[in-house]
């Protein structure tokens, strides 16, 4: 049928498709299904992922862990999810950067695996957001997922929510998923455009769970901003909770300032955990490390990235934090450079003295007080210096915080105080 080889998988995609559409002959569609499988990478649970040719090869990503592209879904996204089941009739959950649909089918398993356990009736909505419409034509023909106790009828459902949304948009003239029908209870909508612009167009207050699914911050640094953020704080309900893969500090330091309470997330197939973030105290297991919450609030890598009015390309976003963190450090904000911070509180002068196991060498120890002199700390343990940390303190009763956020906040309120009182006078 074609001897033609496709060095780019978007020109293999294209050409089956406008076949497809040329003849509308199904030949073709299965085709395409065997020839994509080259493009695809097959991850450690069997389910696949894919390179995106969006960015040039030495930086760009795959779109899951190899580790196991179905299980991150449960892992990191599904099964962090606290849902009040009993509370809320409708269930809604916004899919962003929806790729191939595996958060969202992932979710309408566990969805109908909890309704058929505790004999419940809720309502199902899934919104999901993708940009590429090549991705959404890949999702069609790659092959369902076949997971323990995952069922393949709810990919293919999503396939056919995503295939529908093609067939509307004309850019698709055969419908294969028909078949796969949805119960009236379950509503799933696709939206093939930017997040950022769409998002915009949501109603206010009404998802229960958000899956934050972008490529990483360092590659798409746009769909992590403050802005971006408040855009979720508004769609998403009080007790809702977004769920992200990234542990970046940039990331959590806009969600914070967007209003939100964080936590971390599960450990799966990277080295560090997930970040759920929650209008609600209530809703976050587990806070951030103590390390992490001082490089938030008190250096200059906890400047969030921003994007005032929601239309920033990436580099213009990284260029304006990083002209930020030039201008603040050693100013308003300690110093990032050998994580400063986490040795507030720590006496320097004892012998042998360690930090997370390791020795902290007199060359550390150096670098460590240039850095804080620089800013108008004389030590890591004077009076100022334990002002600033005071709400990590749990023996200090009156400063002490009980969740990040307001550990993050506090710190950052004191951190301010002094640079009012010492550095400007
Ligand atoms: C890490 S992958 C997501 C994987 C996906 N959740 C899945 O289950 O297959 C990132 C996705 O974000 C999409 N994307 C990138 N920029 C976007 C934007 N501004 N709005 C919506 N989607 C975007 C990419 O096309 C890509 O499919």
């Known amino acids: 049928m074609n001897d033609i080889q496709f060095n780019h998988p978007y020109d293999l995609l294209n050409y089956y498709f406008n076949k497809e559409n040329e003849t509308l002959d199904l030949k073709y569609r299965q085709k395409l299904s065997e020839e994509i499988l080259p493009f695809l990478t097959k991850t450690e649970d069997g389910s696949y992922t894919f390179k995106s040719p969006d960015f040039n090869d030495e930086i760009s990503e795959n779109m899951h862990t ?34 191939f649909g595996y958060n969202s089918a992932a979710f309408l398993n566990h969805f109908i695996e909890i309704q058929d356990e505790f004999n419940l009736s809720n309502s199902l909505r899934i919104d999901m957001i993708e940009k590429s419409s090549e991705i959404c034509k890949i999702a069609l023909v790659m092959p369902t997922i076949d997971f323990d106790s995952f069922k393949p009828i709810n990919h293919n459902l999503i396939k056919r929510a995503i295939e529908t949304k093609l067939f509307n948009s004309k850019l698709i003239s055969i419908k294969l998923y028909e078949n796969y029908k949805f119960n009236d209870k379950i509503k799933i909508n696709l939206f093939i455009e930017d997040m950022r612009e769409k998002v915009k167009s949501l109603p206010s207050n009404i998802y229960d769970g958000i899956f934050l699914d972008a490529f990483s911050p360092k590659l798409a640094p746009e769909l992590y901003t403050i802005d971006f953020f408040k855009e979720l704080q508004r769609v998403i309900k009080n007790t809702g909770q977004i769920v992200t893969y990234t542990s970046s500090i940039p990331v959590k330091s806009a969600l914070i300032e967007a209003g939100f309470y ?154 301010n105080n002094f640079f009012k009182e010492n550095k400007m006078s």
């Open 66 to 99: 190899i580790a196991g592209a179905i299980s991150e879904s449960f892992e990191k996204f599904v099964n962090p999810l606290k849902l009040d089941w009993n509370i809320s009739e409708e269930i809604a959950i916004l899919d962003l950067c929806s790729g």
């Open 262 to 415: 964080i936590g971390k997330g599960s450990v799966f197939g990277r080295k560090t955990p997930g970040t759920i973030a929650s209008l609600s105290k209530d809703r976050i297991n587990l806070d951030l490390d103590s390390d992490e919450e001082r490089l938030i609030a008190l250096s200059d890598l906890g400047i969030p990235f921003r994007d005032e009015n929601l239309t920033l390309n990436s580099q213009e976003v990284i260029n304006q934090r990083n002209s930020k963190r030039k201008k603040l450090r050693n100013k308003t904000l300690i110093s990032s450079a050998v994580k400063t911070p986490i040795y507030l509180g720590i006496d320097l002068n004892q012998e042998n003295i360690t930090k997370n196991n390791h020795i902290i060498e007199d060359k550390l120890k150096r670098r460590i007080l240039r850095n804080l002199n620089e800013f108008g700390l004389d030590s890591t343990i004077s009076s100022d210096a334990m002002k600033i940390i005071a709400s990590q303190n749990m023996d200090d009763k009156e400063n002490y915080k009980n969740n990040s956020r307001d550990r993050i906040l506090a710190m950052k309120k004191a951190l």
